[in-house]
C-alpha cells in the first residue's frame, strides 16, 4: 500500500488533467468577464456577469442524468479523455471568435465549454475514490481540491495580466478588446491539447462492467431525473452533505459576482489585476485550507471542521462592506479560502465515502445538479436586485444571513462533531498529536479504553483520532454542573458516584454491549506526579458478556504542561514552538483482563515510549 497519494500510478497525470481542465474553462471566463468590466459599469456590469456565471453553472444542470450515466457505465478515465478532446474544438472555435470580434459568440460560447466541464465532473471527482481508495479519500480529495484551486487561481492572474497587457485604452467595444486580445486563444488551445494528451495517459481503474443503457425518451420526460434525485435523497447523510455544499458555493457565486462592482464603485479600482487579483487570493486561501484541513482529518473524515469554516466564512462575508482597504479585503478573501477549504474537503470525502461505486457517478452529477440550481438561483436574485439598483453592500449583508442559516444546518447534522473540531482545531496550535498502534482498535466491536490520566485534556486527546464517539464515564458532581450538563448528555457521558456506582457500571455495560468505545482512568484522578498510579478495581465490575476487548494506552508528552497538575521544575516550552503529545494504544486484552494486568501492559508502555 503506497503512503502517499502521489505513490499511485497515475496520480500526477491525473492532477495535471484537473489542473489544465479548470485553468482553460476559467481562462475564457476571465477574458469576457474582464472585456464586460472595461465596457459596463453599475447594475448592468452586474447582471453580465451573474448572466456568465450562470452560462457557467446551467450545463450542469441539464445533463445531470446523461454525465452520471456515462461515469457509471464507462471507464472515467475515456470521460475525461473523450471531454478533453472536445475542450480543443471549442477553444478553437472561441479563438476564431476572438479574432472576428464576435462578442455574443463567444459570450454564448462558455456553455458550451461548461457543457463539456458537465460532462467531465462526475467522472473527474470519482476517479479519486477509485484511484487511491477509501483510506486516501480525504487525502485525494484536498489534494484535487488544492490542484482544482490553484488552476483557478492560475487561471486568473495569468488571462488577467496578459489581458491587461494585450488591452489598450483605445479600444472602446466588446469586439475592439477581443480582437485586441485575440492571440490569449491560443493558450486555451495549447492547454486543451495538452489536457487530451495527458488523459490519455490515464490508468483504467473500472472494475465492474455495466450493462444500463440510456433511454432518451426517459431523460426528455425527466424520468432519469425524478430516480437520479432519488438516489441522493435516499441516503440522508448524503444529502445533507449536498444541501451544505450547494449554500457554501451559492454564496461564493454571489460573492465573486459583485466584488468586482462593489471594488469600482466603492473603492475605486478600475483595473482588473487588483480586482482579480484580491479574488484570486481565495484561491491561495483554499489551498492552505485544503492542506490543514487534510491534516486535520488524518485519521478520519473531519466532518466538525464545516461549522469552524462557516462561522468564519459568514463573519467575512458580514465584514466587506465596512471595509474600504483593498489590503485588508485581500487578506480577507484569503481568510475566506482558507475555511471554504474546511468545508469543501470534508463534504465531498463524505458524499464519495457513503456512495457505492455502482452509483458514484450518478450521485456525484446529482450532487453537481442541486449545486448549480442553487447557485443559478441565487444569481437570479442577484440579477434582480441589481436590476432594481440595489448595490453590491445589500447582497454581502444578503449573504450574510444566508451563512448564517448555513450555520444552523451545519450545527443541527454536526454538532458534536463541530464542538470536537473546534477544541481540537484550537490545541493545534499549541500542540502536536501523534498517535501509536492505532491499528490495534477494532473498528467493528466494543472497546473498553483504560490507562493513565495526566491532565485536564486527555479526554479530549483521546477523542480525536476517532469517528466513533468515545462514552466517558465522568464524576456526577461535575456532571451535574448546571452549565456542563446539557453538554456532559449531548456527549454522552456516564455519570459516576459512590452512591450509583452500580448504575453507571451497568450503563457502561449497556453501551459495550451495543459496540460502543467506553474510557475510564483507573487511576481515579489526574496524576500529580510522572510515577503511574495504582489502578482501581472498579472496571473488573462491568459485566463482560459483550464482543469486544479492552484497549489499554498510555499519553505521554503532558507532564509539566499547562492543564497537568504535576510541574515539572526548569521546563518551559519554546516561544511558538508545539509540545508534543504521544499516545500509545497497545496490543488488546481479554475483556476480562484485572486491573493488575491492565496496569503492567501501561507500565511496559510508559517504560518503551516515555519522552522518545
Known sequence: MPKSIFAFVGMINYIVVV??????????????????????????????????????????????????????????????????LAAVVITLLITYGYYQGWFFFTFSMTFLLALQSAIYSPAKYGYIKELVGEKFISAGNAAIQATTTVAILGGIITYTVLFESFYESTLTTESDILQGIAPLGWLLVISSIIEWFLASKLPNTKTQVSERKFVFKRYITGAYLLKNLKSITRKKEIFDAILALSFFWSISQVVLAIFGEYAKTEIGITNTIFVQGVMALAGIGIVAGSIFAAKLSKHHINLGLTGIGAIFLTLIVFMVPFVHSMVIIAIMFTLFGVFSAFLLVPLNARIQYLSSNVHLGMILAANNFVQNIFMISFLLITTIFAYFGMNAEVLFYFMGFVGLYLLYTLF?????????????????????????????????????????????????????????????????????????????????????????????????????????????FPEGAIAKSTKLGSFQKGFELIDTNYDGVIIPFFIDGLYGSLFAKNKRPNQHKKFFSRRVVRVNFATPLNNTSKADEVQKKVKQMKENHEDE
Open 19 to 84: 489542473f489544465l481542465n479548470a485553468f482553460t474553462d476559467l481562462g475564457h471566463k476571465i477574458i469576457i468577464q474582464n472585456t464586460v468590466f472595461k465596457i459596463y459599469d453599475g447594475s448592468t456590469q452586474i447582471m453580465l456577469t451573474a448572466i456568465v456565471n450562470a452560462l457557467v453553472l446551467l450545463p450542469f444542470v441539464l445533463v445531470f442524468s446523461p454525465s452520471g450515466f456515462l461515469a457509471d457505465k464507462y471507464a472515467k478515465s475515456k470521460i475525461m479523455q473523450h471531454s478533453a
Open 412 to 520: 443541527r447534522h454536526y454538532a458534536v462533531e463541530i464542538f470536537w473540531s473546534i477544541v481540537g482545531f484550537v490545541l493545534s496550535f499549541g500542540y502536536r498529536f501523534e498517535y501509536i498502534g492505532l491499528e490495534n482498535v477494532p473498528n467493528d466491536k466494543a472497546v473498553l479504553l483504560l490507562g493513565n490520566h495526566v491532565s485536564w485534556l486527555d479526554w479530549a486527546i483521546l477523542q480525536f483520532p476517532f469517528r466513533r464517539r468515545i462514552n466517558y464515564m465522568m464524576d456526577k458532581d461535575i456532571y451535574s454542573k448546571k452549565w456542563l450538563k446539557p453538554v456532559m448528555k449531548k456527549g454522552e457521558v456516564i455519570p459516576l458516584s459512590p452512591k450509583a456506582f452500580k448504575d453507571a457500571l451497568n450503563e457502561a455495560s449497556k453501551r459495550l454491549k451495543n459496540s460502543k468505545i467506553v474510557a475510564i
